[in-house]
């Protein structure tokens, strides 16, 4: 083996090892050319053994040229592992990347409760024919929610309200409020007339869920406190409100009736499709007795008043067989409006 012959396979292997990994598609392959080129059965390994047999006068320069080789191989085989490697992570990149303005579904979107709907829908007609909108407590004391409104404790209307009591103060002195009328009574002590408001809001009472009745409603106060008013503005007022959320077919009808804070009293219906009526509410001529304890001259002034079941009017807007099903919560229903 001579010198020449030596450093000439050398040349030949860099030459064949700098093709083979630059074509080299991944680094299973690279290692693979790392084990033939630099391994102990390389030709460079090879090289070296045979050093020994060489003229000593050669030895040094075709040791170095052996060294190069490595050096260069081994810098060759790193740098196409790197390149293979940036690309692999670029694949992985790729494979891995999620695309966050993909959709699978169409997004649903949700609608407003129907009760909210039908309360919306009930503040805009009024706040139209000039009232505004009103709040009070949703837990009451025995003087806003009856004392008041003229029901003293001893009278019978008390109990017609099926009250849930809550476990504060002197017994039955405090409570979820039945209805909304002890709104009236918070408005007119801090408001001087004339008086126009509505005030929706829930109401509590210990009736038991069936097809017209929940536990717990909502209701729809209105208070108007002004010079000359009558019976005749109560009738309008109803007549006006019902045909701007019903539509002009459906008639309204009064009926005498009692309520402690209203005198006369009358409950109010709609007609239905099939000619029967639904009663709606109640209303009534605004007592003196609960003006006198407001503070409010009944002399001078008087009003109407009426309260009625919002829950009760989307059944019949929205055509439902069942009050629960607004409280029900399902989806596939509540879908529908
Ligand atoms: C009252 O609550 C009176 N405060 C109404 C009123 C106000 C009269 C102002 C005069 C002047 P009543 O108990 O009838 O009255 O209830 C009024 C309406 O609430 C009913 O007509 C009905 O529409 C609704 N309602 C009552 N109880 C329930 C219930 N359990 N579930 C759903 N709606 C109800």
């Known amino acids: 083996m001579s010198s020449a012959s030596l450093t000439a396979d050398l040349d030949a292997v860099l030459a064949d090892a700098n093709v083979r990994l630059a074509a080299a598609v991944d680094l299973d392959a690279v290692s693979a050319l790392d084990a033939e080129f630099l391994g102990k059965k390389s030709a460079v390994t090879a090289a070296k053994k045979q050093l020994g047999q060489l003229d000593p006068a050669d030895r040094k320069e075709v040791g170095q040229a052996i060294n190069a080789a490595r050096t ?40 407003l409760h129907l009760n909210t709907q039908a309360r919306d829908r009930l503040e805009d007609v009024f706040v139209c024919m000039g009232f505004t909108v009103a709040e009070g407590p949703e837990v009451e004391t025995a003087w806003y929610n009856f004392e008041a409104l003229n029901i003293p404790e001893w009278h019978p209307a008390r109990g017609s309200f099926d009250t849930i009591f809550v476990n504060l103060g002197e017994p039955e002195e405090v409570m979820l409020r039945s209805h909304t009328s002890p709104v009236q009574i918070r408005t007119m002590e801090n408001t001087e007339p004339p008086i126009y408001i509505v ?33 005749g503005d109560l009738h309008g007022t109803i007549e006006a409100f019902v045909h701007a959320f019903f539509g002009g077919d459906v008639k309204t009808r009064l009926r005498p009736s009692y309520f402690p804070f209203t005198e006369p009293s009358a409950e109010f219906d709609i007609s239905r499709d099939d000619g029967s009526w639904l009663e709606l509410g109640g209303c009534g001529m605004v007592h003196p007795n609960v003006l006198h304890n407001c503070g409010i001259d009944p002399e001078q002034w008087q009003g109407f008043a009426f309260g009625f079941g919002i829950d009760r009017l989307a059944v019949m807007r929205y055509e439902l067989d069942d009050i629960r099903e607004l409280v029900n919560n399902d989806v596939r229903f509540l879908r529908q409006f």
């Open 199 to 231: 005030a929706p809001g829930r109401t509590f009472r210990t009736d038991t869920a069936d097809a017209t009745h929940l536990p717990a409603f909502n209701q729809i106060e209105g208070l108007v406190i002004d010079r000359g008013i009558t019976l």
């Open 72 to 111: 260069t191989l081994e810098a060759e085989v790193a740098a196409a592992r790197d390149r293979l490697a940036a690309g692999a992570r670029q694949a992985q990149y790729e494979a891995e990347r999620l695309d966050l303005s993909e959709r699978l579904n169409e997004v649903r979107r949700g609608s």
